[in-house]
């Protein structure tokens, strides 16, 4: 079954930059939603972004947009999250999951909607 191994998380002062990795296997990448979502204490998780590999369709939560950049190696089944100019709202524990999809609709991402996760990444962002 489909497996996902987060890395990269870390403290960083705002402004500074991450690059979260997916480690994916047991999935065909062009039959599924791939996703970033991040959960802070006292919230909800959110979808930040997601992306169909298979399309190179991509999504950005509005609070990301210009900051964040979700990517996908499909040859070494790998998704990526590259965050820049991080602010302290950033900061939550981030996690990759995947979806299957048969329609190739992504977006928006939500939660209930994800059937593979990973165990999460810590991002702490300080002012």
């Known amino acids: 079954q489909v497996q996902l191994v987060e890395s990269g998380g870390g403290s960083v002062q705002a402004g500074g930059s991450l690059r979260l990795s997916c480690a994916a296997s047991g999935y065909t990448y062009s039959s599924y939603c791939m996703g970033w979502f991040r959960q802070a204490p006292g919230k909800e998780r959110e979808g930040v972004a997601a992306?169909?590999?298979?399309?190179?369709?991509?999504y950005y939560h509005d609070s990301v947009k210009g900051r964040f950049t979700v990517s996908h190696d499909n040859a070494k089944n790998k998704l990526y999250l590259q965050m820049n100019s991080l602010k302290p709202e950033d900061t939550g524990m981030y996690y990759c999951?995947?979806?299957?999809?048969?329609?190739?609709?992504?977006?928006?991402?939500?939660?209930?909607?994800?059937?593979?996760w990973g165990q999460g990444t810590q991002v702490t962002v300080s002012s």
């Open positions: 999951a995947t979806r299957l999809t048969t329609d190739g609709i992504c977006f928006p991402p939500s939660p209930h909607d994800y059937s593979y």
């Open positions: 992306i169909n590999a298979g399309r190179g369709w991509t």
